[in-house]
């Protein structure tokens, strides 16, 4: 564990707040004693700071003149570069500065730099459309490696940015990850991040696994809906064998997910997820089979299994998959050993 | 006559400053800037419409649920559909559940903490506030953020998760509610309620409805151990917070919580001391004069808007068109929907000092009780079992509004939708009202006019005035632009 907390300076940028917001949720019964346990010590946070104005930019000043050691810079947002690379789409309040300076200077003197959320990871939700604020991530545009720092950058502790990525980033994400950050003993090293950047600690797993629908996802009985209890995979734009998060092992706000909600995974831990190439509520297919298919599953088996498992499919399980309440419980049976 | 450029101001949602002209030791006029743009009005045009509901939620990080309804509702209105009674409540308890999280924070994390300053060392009162308010150490502060954070789990059951969920849909819910879930939820209003009643209040939920000056004066006579109300009431009488920040003539609310008939709990209307007026849609302009966006002839309805940026434009200060109703610069927010409903107590403070610093943060307070005991009845009206959606049926062409009352006010979507895709989309937030640059006529908006007088000590770069009187409108800068 830490001896000293480390400093934390949070900003944001081309992003909605939403991973604070999102923060502010962690299942704790203290929050600030659970920053304190992870390590972290606030320089400044926009939504938890006494802080403001010149006060504000007199932390950041101390940051970069080094009065002030910054460990860990968490950036929030993408970075707008627009219009015609002046980033003019964001001065920071106060400074008449474009926020993607203050992000480079500040990037350049932290020890550690953590992109919260897949704006500020990939360019998000921010870089949609004609994205026309030209915006990208800290050290990415999409999945392309580049971005604001370019794609050999890497902070004075070694890492490049951590992509805490997420639209928003579970709070268990984020503090996690600066728990892995502030560890004296087993600090978090390259080989715990994927190729993209992100902690192999919630991003070695699928959005699939643990989802509540998994029997209906067997027998590909399929919602044709909103509302209807079945799998969301085969029509209505569910990616959650494809997108890289343990969404429904560790739950959102107590029980939640985005299948327990009703709707399907739109895989946002992920880059470009902002535009998938078709409406965000249908499946693309191909001569009826989804283009989507699981991770690591072959083709061909995929078809295969999916006509076996349809043709097996239990009728309490075909009935329910269109209903938006079990109407047909399971049957009882002996389950002793006979 | 000295300039101050203040910023960046925190515990508001987003980036925002203002430029001060100061004479005397008072601020002579201000200018308020919104100084980020993302463009989700040029993202959704050519999207299939549904597309909205992924997208507009991700405008805001605190008023999600809010945006995901209004776009529901324009959707709704697109396709002719009605949700059926579960739909209904299903929604409105996630919105009051956003909305009551939102005031709760806007008390104990954005707003209170100002009153812990050094500058107030020697108030009766400071000590005090100090010990309940400072920022996230506060006792009361880490209260009601483990509070704030079980009562969000009825978004996680209701919505999968918060922010940003997609389960709001034209034609109702995608997530009906089981029984064993309803208790559950139950449960979680409960703790809210303990909170309330023991920490904010002081008294029963349904006692927070006082219904003249007197009666609040009698209450606040009581003991200031059990109620950070109390607390916050004796502080703005000994900071004269009823003077600060005044607010303009007119009020807007687009009303809030209809029940399956159409019945309001928070009635709409604007409100101008004489009479509540329904809200003529059509009266609604955005003026782009100020902002760095291009004009079109002169202020647009939002079905016609249109937002392109120009970012060198002459005389623009920020991204934020200037809205305004029949030509007039007018007030959103809990206070307005507090006076469109008539509350007696509210009425007679506006009457006295319009929108201040005082009235806005008691009508939130107030406000907060209300939601609770919504989101109670809500609840109870969910049936497990019976339908929570509609089927849709998209038309090819429509022209739709979708209207919502969002924490800090009036919310409009208006979405057109030409060849089955969205043609053009706009959208006015609650802070798009109070915090409008001037207008062509150079007429300030609420938050610019609210400004002028207030105190500005020798050398002070952010004056503490200055910041009580912006974050009483507890502003959602990345709405106001998006």
């Excluded at chain 1, 902690?199 to 699928?206: E, V």
């Excluded at chain 2, 007026?277 to 016609?304: F, K, T």
Aim: aromatic share 6%; net charge negative; with cysteine.
């Amino acid at each position: 564990m830490h001896e000293q907390p480390l400093n934390l300076l949070w900003l944001q940028s081309g992003g909605c707040g939403g991973c604070s917001m999102s923060l502010l949720c962690a299942d704790t019964a203290d929050f600030a004693a659970q920053l304190r346990q992870v390590g972290i010590h606030l320089l400044w946070h926009p939504s938890l700071s006494l802080e403001s104005g010149h006060e504000m930019l007199e932390v950041m000043h101390d940051c970069l003149t080094g009065r002030t050691p910054l460990h860990v810079l968490c950036i929030e947002g993408a970075v707008l570069r627009g219009p015609e690379g002046t980033g003019r789409f964001h001065l920071l309040a106060g400074t008449q500065e474009p926020m993607m300076h203050w992000v480079r200077q500040l990037s350049a003197v932290a020890h550690q730099v953590v992109a919260v959320g897949s704006c500020a990871a990939f360019g998000g939700i921010s870089a949609a459309g004609c994205n026309p604020t030209d915006a990208c991530g800290l050290q990415y545009e999409g999945d392309q490696a580049g971005g604001l720092l370019g794609a050999a950058w890497r902070s004075a502790g070694g890492l490049p940015v951590v992509n805490v990525a997420g639209c928003p980033t579970h709070p268990g994400w984020v503090l996690e990850t600066l728990a892995a950050l502030t560890d004296g003993t087993q600090r978090l090293a390259t080989d715990q991040l994927d190729a993209l950047g992100r902690p192999r600690a919630y991003c070695d797993q699928l959005a699939h696994h643990g989802c509540a629908r998994n029997e209906f996802y067997e027998y590909k009985a399929s919602a044709e809906k909103p509302s209807d209890l079945g799998c969301l995979m085969e029509h209505m734009g569910c990616k959650g064998t494809q997108a890289h998060a343990d969404c429904n092992i560790r739950l959102w706000n107590g029980e939640g997910s985005c299948a327990r909600g009703g709707y399907a995974c739109i895989s946002c831990t992920e880059p470009g997820f902002e535009e998938p190439g078709h409406p965000f509520h249908q499946t693309p297919k191909v001569a009826g089979i989804p283009i989507g298919l699981p991770t690591d599953m072959h083709k061909a088996w995929f078809v295969a299994l999916a006509s076996l498992s349809k043709s097996a499919t239990p009728r309490r399980v075909k009935q329910n998959s269109t209903a938006d309440h079990v109407v047909v419980a399971p049957m009882i049976r002996k389950t002793r050993l006979k | 006559m000295s300039r101050l450029l203040v910023g960046p101001f925190n515990r508001v949602e987003g980036d925002l400053e203002v430029r001060l002209e100061v004479q005397n030791g008072r601020v002579q006029d201000a200018w308020v800037n919104a100084p980020m743009y993302r463009g989700f009005e040029q993202i959704l045009q050519g999207k299939h419409p549904l597309d909205a509901l992924v997208y507009v939620p991700r405008i805001c990080g605190i008023c999600s649920v809010t945006q995901s309804v209004a776009a529901a509702r324009a959707l709704a209105a697109a396709c002719g559909v009605q949700a059926p009674p579960n739909g209904v409540w299903l929604t409105n308890l996630m919105l009051a559940c956003e909305n009551a999280a939102d005031h709760l924070t806007h008390f104990y994390l954005f707003f209170m903490p100002d009153f812990t300053r050094a500058e107030y060392a020697g108030r009766p009162w400071h000590a005090q506030a100090v010990q309940r308010f400072s920022a996230l150490s506060g006792t009361h502060v880490r209260e009601a953020l483990a509070v704030r954070q079980r009562w969000m789990q009825i978004m996680g059951t209701l919505g999968g998760k918060w922010p940003h969920t997609q389960s709001i849909v034209p034609g109702g819910s995608t997530r009906n509610l089981a029984a064993p879930e309803r208790h559950r939820l139950g449960a979680r209003i409960a703790e809210m309620r303990g909170f309330l009643e023991r920490v904010l209040y002081g008294v029963p939920l349904e006692e927070v409805a006082w219904q003249s000056a007197d009666a609040l004066a009698q209450w606040q006579e009581g003991d200031l151990e059990c109620s950070d109300l109390r607390l916050f009431l004796r502080i703005a009488a000994d900071l004269g917070l009823d003077a600060l920040g005044r607010g303009p003539d007119l009020t807007l609310s687009y009303g809030g919580f209809a029940d399956p008939s159409g019945r309001f709990s928070l009635a709409p209307g604007t409100w101008d001391g004489s009479q509540v007026q329904p809200v003529n849609m059509a009266h609604i302009a955005e003026d782009a004069c100020h902002a760095w966006l291009a004009e079109g002839a002169g202020a647009l309805h939002p079905s016609q808007g249109l937002t392109q940026p120009d970012v060198g434009k002459p005389g623009a200060y920020t991204w934020n068109k200037a809205p305004r109703l029949q030509g007039r610069v007018l007030e959103t927010g809990a206070l307005a929907r507090q006076l469109a409903q008539g509350q007696p107590l509210l009425r007679s403070l506006w009457q006295q000092g319009r929108g201040n610093v005082l009235t806005r943060v008691l009508a939130r307070s107030m406000e907060l009780a209300q939601l609770v005991l919504l989101a109670e009845q809500c609840l109870r009206a969910i049936v497990p079992g019976a339908p929570c959606y509609e089927e849709t049926h998209l038309p090819d062409e429509a022209d739709a509004v979708g209207l919502c009352e969002a924490a800090r006010g009036s919310l409009g979507h208006w979405m057109s939708i030409r060849d089955g895709r969205i043609a053009n989309y706009q959208i006015i937030a609650p802070t798009s009202w109070n915090f409008s640059p001037r207008d062509r006529q150079g007429v300030p908006g609420a938050l610019e006019a609210a400004l002028v007088g207030a105190l500005v000590q020798d050398g002070d770069k952010s004056p503490v005035a200055v910041q009580h009187i912006v974050r009483s409108f507890d502003p959602c800068m990345v709405c106001t632009v998006h």
